[in-house]
């Protein structure tokens, strides 16, 4: 018998959703980061949750999490220029929270996204987390999910401009660096 859990955090006033679920086995589940949701909830999948499930499906993953950089309930993207918090105050944990338990993460927003967010996103990656896209587009920003091939598999993003986020291997470098105290250049 197919069953399907599903969930979604969103605000006391439902303006921002901060993460959405599915699962349909005990298995491993793919994240998704978009640029922000859309009228999908606990209830209801949208275009694009169902394009993104059909993905995890064909990659043997037993669910799906979606966060977004910008946590605004919008069916269009350019009202995330016409509030004053597109983010959402709770946003920024919820990524973290989600990535922190994720096996495999796919960067998936497209070109809307400011490079300002993306680099806010980046410093929630924890260290070591390689960030999959799906494509890369003109910008080198991942492509969004509804403006791609059904058959495509992820591989591990260089991070567009942020590439010097990046090693070698797709590990994220950003860590904090501690202040340490500078001592004189000693004479000879």
Known sequence: MAWTRMSAVLSDDGQYRYQL?????????????????????????????????????????????????????????????????PVGPEND????????????VV?????????????EFLQLVPKGMPIHALKTI???????PLRLAADLKPFVWRGG??????DVDGNWLIEEVPDLPLDPIPEI
Not at 23 to 28: A, E, I, Q
């Open 21 to 85: 679920e599915r699962t349909w086995g005990f298995g491993d589940a793919v994240t998704f980061v978009m640029l922000n949701p859309s009228t999908a909830d606990a209830r209801k999948d949208d275009r694009t949750i169902r394009r993104c499930l059909s993905y995890a499906r064909s990659w043997g993953y037993d669910g799906i999490r979606v966060v977004n950089l910008y946590a605004l309930r919008s069916s269009d993207p350019k009202m995330l220029k016409t509030v004053a918090d």
């Open 93 to 104: 944990a919820w990524i973290a929270r989600t990535l922190s338990g994720s096996n495999m």
């Open 107 to 119: 960067a998936a927003w497209g070109e809307l996204a400011s490079e300002e967010r993306v680099q």
């Open 138 to 144: 003109s910008n080198d920003m991942p492509g969004h």
């Open 161 to 166: 401009n942020a590439l010097s986020s990046l």
